[in-house]
């Protein structure tokens, strides 16, 4: 059949004339996936991840970049999705029915405490708060069907009694997912940790942070090692639309053969300043969990056995210094930007008053305003040096 150039263009081949090696593979864009013919399109098992279907359900791209997720984190298989805090709505999602109890610690990721207690007031699910560091905070019903953790927890840093908590909702038969962010797969190993064989069932991560340690894209996982969960997972994923695209996925894939390197070194850097603001007079408290000051180090030492930890540190204020002096503090930084999230090559800053974050009594932090340090990777000195020239802007 003669063809008019313009339908010509369209059909032409477009298959490379050999495949060849590289260090980092193709990158495939996919909304339509073309079938073979009929017989393929009718035997396609959709929810077998390599089965291809439709772009929402995955390219070669995301596959890949999902395997080598699930690898780091120790667990079998994964789904990707358009950002951190849309992976923790799939499980939710997914998990979560009218009736349902839900609990969440105290310093969960905001974010998700939010988005469950919107599924609260709309859906009928009950969410239950607990304290990260005392186990007996956490005292399930009969309804609860699902158990947040975060190690370490969002903006006060403290680590859980991460072993204690899973053995219970184990023992009681509930669903445990870990907001593995912080630990990034590197720290430790959620689905086998402290040496007693003990696992989480999901993780989420956002790998807007370490994994894409560039500060320039947004995504996030879920990772199980059970493949009934996965498939529950996947068909939610499916339904939800959720889909990432396939440049973004090759962005994230090429920065995770550095990622253990910069997590290591912005973990020292942050250990180093650590150090040195522990000596400043004018913090009630430095926020760490490998600090052995730390209400929660025991908990991190057992079970970051490699003694990892990643690029954050908190400090309170004294309550002598008011917001406004914390400003002038912020805004006289150089090197810190000021801004949200945290795994990139620039550090941040970022204040918070910690009296509107939490809901439970937490006898172990002062009162203050809370500041909380992203650590890029920047020279430690130089870091320190600008602090130092900002710690002079307050006044009290
Ligand atoms: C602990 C933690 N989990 C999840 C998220 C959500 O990730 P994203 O920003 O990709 O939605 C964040 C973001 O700051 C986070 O700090």
Redesign the pocket.
Same mark, same amino acid.
């Given at each position: 059949m003669k063809l008019h150039p313009q339908t010509a263009l369209i059909h032409a081949e477009r298959k490379a004339p050999q495949l060849i090696n590289t260090i980092q593979p193709p990158i495939y864009r996919a909304s339509t996936i073309i079938f073979n013919n009929t017989a393929a399109l009718f035997d396609r098992h959709w929810t077998d991840a390599y089965d291809y279907s439709y772009g929402t359900h995955g390219t070669p791209t995301t596959f890949t970049l999902g395997d080598n997720i699930a690898q780091i984190e120790g667990g079998n298989y994964c789904l990707l999705a358009p =950002?951190? +805090?849309s992976a923790?709505n799939l499980v939710n999602a997914c998990f979560l029915a009218h009736g349902d109890e839900v609990w969440v610690a105290d310093n969960i990721?905001g974010p998700n405490m939010e988005h469950l207690r919107n599924l609260e007031s709309r859906y009928g699910i009950t969410v239950k708060v607990y304290n990260a560091i005392d186990v007996e905070s956490f005292q399930p019903s009969e309804k609860a069907k699902l158990l947040w953790l975060?190690a370490a927890g =969002?903006v006060t840093l403290e680590f859980p009694d991460l072993i204690n908590l899973v053995k219970k909702a184990k023992a009681n038969h509930i669903l445990t997912a870990l907001?593995n /962010?912080?630990g990034a797969g590197l720290a430790f190993n959620a689905f086998d940790f402290s040496d007693q064989h003990l696992s989480v069932d999901l993780t989420v991560h956002?790998l /807007?942070k370490y994994p894409s340690g560039g500060g320039d894209i +947004?995504?996030?996982s879920v990772v199980t090692q059970d493949k009934n969960l996965h498939h529950k997972l996947f068909r939610m994923h499916a339904i939800q639309g959720i889909a990432i695209s396939g440049d973004d996925a090759a962005q994230v894939q090429r920065s995770l053969s550095s990622m253990q390197i910069r997590y290591e070194r912005q973990a020292e850097t942050a250990l180093k300043l650590l150090t040195w603001l522990k000596t400043q007079d004018i913090f009630a408290q430095v926020l760490h969990p490998a600090d052995p000051d730390n209400i929660s180090h025991t908990f991190w030492k057992e079970t970051c056995q490699t003694e990892q930890s990643a690029g954050l540190v908190s400090v309170i204020f004294k309550p002598e210094y008011d917001m406004t002096a914390i400003r002038q503090f912020c805004d006289a930084l150089t090197l810190f930007k000021l801004g949200? =999230?945290w795994g990139g090559p620039v550090s941040l800053v970022m204040l918070y008053n910690l009296k509107d974050m939490r809901q439970l009594e937490h006898s172990h932090l002062q009162q203050g305003i809370l500041v909380r340090f992203c650590i890029g990777l920047e020279n430690a000195d130089d870091l320190i040096a600008d602090l130092q020239q900002a710690l002079k802007f307050i006044e009290k």
């Open positions: =950002s951190g +805090l923790i990721y975060e =969002s907001d /962010t912080w956002a /807007t +947004l995504m996030g949200f =999230s």
